[in-house]
């Protein structure tokens, strides 16, 4: 099992910037992909960004540019720095753990973007 601890999600000003980060425990395996997702109100939970063991990093479209991913292999920690924040921003936001096809998540963080 894995367990994940989010922090750092609040409401903050359209443009300003928030970091996220996750906390990984139990049986921690170096060959994963630790992520964020979203889910807005109404919408299907959404990949925000991923990245590899070996630092490989993926993001959505809607946030590249803004958002950057990075991990703390060593402490199994996972970071989202988000600048130029939107409105449209605004979600719970997920910390995902995924060893080959297995997925964990968090228990979420709000992220609330006043515009």
């Known amino acids: 099992q894995v367990q994940l601890v989010e922090s750092g999600g609040g409401l903050v000003q359209a443009g300003g910037s928030l970091r996220l980060s996750c906390a990984a425990s139990?049986?921690?395996?170096?060959?994963?992909?630790m992520g964020w997702y979203r889910q807005a109100p109404g919408k299907q939970r959404e990949l925000v960004a991923d990245i590899t063991n070996s630092g490989t990093t993926n993001y959505a479209d809607s946030v590249k540019g803004r958002f950057t991913i990075s991990r703390d292999n060593a402490k199994n920690t996972v970071h989202l720095q988000m600048n130029s924040l939107k409105a449209e921003d605004t979600a719970v936001y997920y910390c995902?753990?995924?060893?080959?096809?297995?997925?964990?998540w968090g228990q979420g963080t709000q992220v609330t973007v006043s515009s």
């Open positions: 995902n753990y995924r060893l080959f096809a297995r997925n964990y």
């Open positions: 139990g049986s921690i395996f170096s060959a994963n992909v």
